[in-house]
């Protein structure tokens, strides 16, 4: 069974950055596919970004790929989410998930999940 703790959230100014960090245990994530979601208050958990197993290809929401950069350290059993020039908009509670194949944008296929760490961004 894969256990996920997120970390590196926090308070931050519009305009600022933050590196989230998924770190895996249990067993190897490397053939994973790892996706970071972001939930807000009243919303649904949506798709922030998600990095392949193999090759590493990445895929993001559209409205984030300019700002985030998602990447995974095999080595450490890892993921990160980049985050630049953050909007009031992108505070939320992040999560990172894992699944067996390709990277979906759909929640509801991941099996495992993190508890979530919260990301509030001032303007």
């Known amino acids: 069974q894969v256990q996920l703790v997120e970390s590196g959230g926090g308070l931050v100014q519009a305009g600022g950055s933050l590196r989230l960090s998924c770190a895996a245990s249990?067993?190897?994530?490397?053939?994973?596919?790892m996706g970071w979601f972001r939930q807000a208050p009243g919303k649904e958990r949506e798709f922030v970004a998600g990095?392949?197993?193999?090759?590493?290809?990445?895929s993001y929401a559209d409205s984030m790929k300019d700002r985030f950069t998602i990447s995974r350290n095999n080595a450490k059993n890892t993921v990160y989410l980049q985050m630049v020039s953050l909007k009031a908009e992108d505070t939320a509670v992040y999560y990172c998930?894992?699944?067996?194949?390709?990277?979906?944008?759909?929640?509801?296929?991941?099996?495992?999940w993190g508890q979530g760490t919260q990301v509030t961004v001032s303007s």
């Open positions: 249990g067993r190897t994530v490397s053939n994973y596919a």
């Open positions: 998930g894992a699944r067996f194949g390709v990277v979906t944008v759909r929640s509801s296929e991941y099996r495992n």
């Open positions: 990095i392949n197993c193999c090759g590493g290809s990445a």
